[in-house]
Nanobody, 117 residues
C-alpha cells in the first residue's frame, strides 16, 4: 500500500486547510485510514481515523469540533479538514493505513502544516 499526502501549507491562526491522502496498491487489505502529527521536539500523536466500510470516525480530544476526517472510497482517498487552526497545530501531518489487526503498517511521507499567530 502506498500513501501520498498533500495539502499542507502555512496559514494564520483561525485559518483552514484540507489535507488529502491518496492510497494505492493493496488497499483492500486495509480497514481504514488515520491521520497523525508530529510537532517539532514532540512525539507523534494520533489525530483522527476513519474506517473504509462504515465510515466510523474517531478523534483526538485536542481536535474534536475543529477537524473532520472523511473518505472517498471510489478514489481511495481520505481527507482531513482542519479548521480554526491554532499555533499548537503546527506539525508534520502523516496519513497511515490501518490493518484489520488494528495497527498502522503503512505510512505516507507527511505534509507540513504551519500556523502562525
Amino acid at each position: 500500500v502506498q500513501l501520498q499526502a498533500s495539502g499542507g501549507g502555512s496559514v494564520q491562526a483561525g485559518g483552514s486547510l484540507r489535507l488529502s491522502c491518496a492510497a494505492s496498491g493493496r488497499t483492500f487489505s486495509t480497514a481504514g485510514m488515520g491521520w497523525f502529527r508530529q510537532a517539532p521536539g514532540k512525539e507523534r500523536e494520533f489525530v483522527a481515523a476513519i474506517s473504509w466500510s462504515a465510515g466510523r470516525t474517531s478523534y483526538a480530544d485536542s481536535v474534536k469540533g475543529r477537524f473532520t476526517i472523511s473518505r472517498d472510497n471510489a478514489k481511495n482517498t481520505v481527507y482531513l479538514q482542519v479548521n480554526s487552526l491554532k499555533p499548537e497545530d503546527t506539525a508534520v501531518y502523516y496519513c497511515a493505513a490501518r490493518s484489520y489487526r488494528g495497527d498502522y503498517p503503512y505510512w505516507g511521507q507527511g505534509t507540513l502544516v504551519t500556523v502562525s499567530s
